[in-house]
């Protein structure tokens, strides 16, 4: 009877065991189904997305994306891209009309004195220095280049109110000759967000970014950064839903906090450029 008693215990331990062990093995793979359903970033597959398959996927997503500064040749690009910094295109666009128009290249914005500038620049962010820095330039495009824009990035960026980014904006609209990636504010935050670079010092970002991505590809890149930011990867409240990035990024649906850039001194304008 004991040997009886103890069996049946045996019995029932291991059919316990065997019910158990279903149990988990089948909460196990209800749980991987639903974390592999899971928006993407509670589970990132990758520290970073891969550059080159990223932007072929930015350029089936913005095929249309350019340099948003209005222009006409390289002058009018020097000009427009000096006056953007800390404003946005859409405001330049709407002052350079009346400039160009009073001022169309640079021989006749050389002869002026800023103050008579400055009523076409008036509202723009620090529209005085930015109309010395064009009428600066201006005398130095006269004087030492024929009043021509200059093709080289060392010459570029001796002139007044231009810096490494102006002239690669110029090199890489105008020539397709840029020596390093643009870095405004959208390359930053999407750059960081796609994890090409942890930096947050915009030369250090150039850096990574042109170690990332091939040379031919520099000018583009900016771009296409710059529209998705404009359009998608917001500062704040990026539609990860909407993005087509959103499979290999490795900061989606976690994107908010990411590449967000402290709040503006605006005290402090014009190291030589923003």
Request: charged letters at 30%; one cysteine or more; hydrophobic letters at 35%.
């Amino acid at each position: 009877m004991k040997r009886d008693a103890k069996s049946s215990a045996v019995k029932r331990d291991a059919a316990t065991v065997a019910v158990t062990k279903r149990t988990t093995q089948g909460g196990a793979a209800k749980r991987g189904a639903a974390k592999a359903s899971a928006p993407r970033g509670s589970a990132r597959r990758a520290k970073m997305a891969p550059p080159v398959e990223t932007l072929d996927k930015l350029r089936t997503i913005h095929p249309d994306a350019h340099c948003e500064l209005d222009h006409d040749g390289p002058f009018q690009l020097l000009v427009a891209t000096v006056l953007s910094a800390q404003t946005t295109d859409v405001n330049v666009n709407k002052a350079t009309p009346g400039l160009f128009a009073r001022f169309p290249d640079a021989e006749s914005l050389a002869r002026v004195d800023p103050k008579e500038v400055e009523p076409l620049v008036s509202t723009l962010g620090f529209f005085r220095q930015k109309a010395k820095s064009l009428v600066g330039l201006s005398k130095m495009l006269v004087e030492d280049f024929g009043g021509k824009v200059p093709r080289r990035l060392d010459d570029l960026v001796k002139l007044p109110g231009v810096g490494r980014k102006t002239a690669n904006v110029v090199l890489g609209v105008i020539w397709n000759t840029p020596e390093g990636v643009v870095v405004d504010t959208h390359v930053q935050r999407i750059s960081q967000r796609l994890g090409w670079t942890k930096n947050t010092d915009a030369a250090k970002i150039e850096q990574d970014l042109m170690r990332l991505i091939p040379r031919e590809q520099w000018d583009p890149t900016s771009h296409l950064l710059i529209f998705h930011g404009r359009r998608i990867c917001f500062a704040r409240k990026p539609n990860c839903e909407g993005c087509g990035l959103s499979e290999v990024c490795p900061s989606a649906f976690e994107a908010e906090n990411v590449g967000r850039k402290p709040k503006r001194d605006r005290t402090a304008y014009l190291q030589r450029e923003d």
